[in-house]
């Protein structure tokens, strides 16, 4: 039986901002990336994210972004290798205090917006976050794009790695995301993104905007929980993905 594992980027509530909705949507998924404070969230919601993923049984990672909150993480900073490696072990470590209180073990890394972004390309930076995951805890599995330098990096250092694909996002004949800057960058249609999902796990390829067909490798899909329909898009998502006989489970480390 196939498996892949289904997560959502939670905890980016901040201060008295409510962004999402976490609770409700933690009932759907099998992973939570948990933000850490940097582009969102803060240790509040830090706390009740760890509480309620705990909860409902759904495995919990660290979220790490740009320190962007006016910018949500979406814009790229220009910095050393040295600066990310340090601001992702920061962020990585202030989730795990949560974690260690509430005793649980945190499960995975997945780097937010434009890190996540420039991960996928560029492997200096690759190689700092994943170092960052590495010397945190080597048993953290480390999410990054389907067949970027993220997951390269990761695999190297001997990381278990899961490779992400976006159900709401349409892909460039190279694999990589059409940037959010485009006008077709987000699927607006379930039904459309459900059915690239499907193939993305079933077949083993998406189709890119062009029409071509690519390769790509499907460990886990990435849902986002802050759109007016979030709650409404996974609940079918999970629900025709167990039809189809797609086993939802977590990534095993």
Known sequence: MKSVDLNCDL???????????????????????????YHAGDHNVMSKTVKLAKEKGVSIGAHPGFPDLLG?????IKTSPEDIYNFVI???SALQGFCKINDIRMHHV??????????????NVAEAIAQAVYDTDPALVLFGLSGGELT?????????????????????????LTP??????????????????LTMVKDGTVKAVDGSNVPI??????????????LDFAEKLREKIVEEGVKLCPVQG
Do not use: M
Request: include cysteine; aromatic fraction near 8%; glycine fraction near 10%.
């Open 11 to 37: 905890g980016e509530s901040y201060g008295s901002f409510v962004v999402g909705q976490d609770e409700q949507i933690l009932d759907y998924i099998t992973s939570a990336n948990i933000a850490c404070g």
């Open 72 to 76: 949500f993480g979406r814009r790229e």
């Open 90 to 92: 920061y962020q990585i």
């Open 110 to 123: 997945k780097p937010h917006g434009a890190l996540f972004n420039i991960a996928a390309k560029d492997s």
């Open 152 to 176: 390269k990096a990761g695999a190297k250092l001997g990381l278990t790695v899961a490779n992400e694909v976006f159900a709401d996002r349409t892909y460039q004949p190279d694999g990589t």
């Open 180 to 197: 959010r800057t485009q006008k077709n960058a987000l699927i607006h249609d379930a039904k459309v993104a459900i059915e690239q999902v």
């Open 217 to 230: 490798q499907a460990d886990t899909i990435c849902v986002h929980g802050d759109g007016p329909s979030a």
